[in-house]
């Protein structure tokens, strides 16, 4: 996949002139947005077909601090797929540097537009065969290929 580059705006830094924590969960969307599009299954494909995928955990974990105007790029990858659920992951780093920023996870689900679950290799077996190729990892353990 093609890293994301964001460039840290000054709207985003607070008081102290660091980034404030709540835009990296925006740059994971950002990221995860192009990742999607770069496979062909962006988020307006899925919609059109009546697919929503909704967050539904994050997790972050902040290792340096950013400042206006640095620019950070952003690898997101499929971490774990079962069907139902995605787990992606995001590694971000400063690219004056090459220091970690932070990393991190989101967890999503598949839904139609009646709110129920999708189980992708039912209703969109191509995208789910896309997915399941992009899994960087093994299920974790203990969990079932498909739900």
């Not at 947005?33 to 972050?60: F, H, T």
């Not at 079962?82 to 780093?93: A, E």
């Not at 989101?106 to 209703?123: A, E, N």
Request: charged content about 25%.
């Amino acid at each position: 996949m093609t890293p994301y580059i964001h460039t840290v705006q000054y709207y985003e830094t607070d008081k102290m002139g660091v980034t404030h924590h709540s835009n990296y969960i925006r740059w994971m969307e950002e990221a995860r947005v192009a990742m999607l599009e770069e496979i062909g299954w962006g988020y307006d494909r899925l919609e059109a077909l009546g697919v929503g995928s909704p967050v539904i955990g994050i997790n972050c974990e902040y290792k340096s601090p950013t400042t206006f105007p640095d620019r950070v790029e952003i690898t997101a990858s499929v971490l774990e797929y079962r069907g139902v659920h995605l787990v992606v992951s995001y590694h971000m780093r400063r690219l004056s540097d090459g220091r970690t920023v932070l990393t991190g996870t989101s967890r999503h689900c598949f839904m139609g537009t009646d709110g129920k679950l999708l189980r992708l290799r039912r209703v969109l077996p191509e995208f789910d065969a896309v997915l399941r190729s992009l899994v960087e990892g093994p299920p974790a353990m203990g969990t079932a290929q498909e739900e």
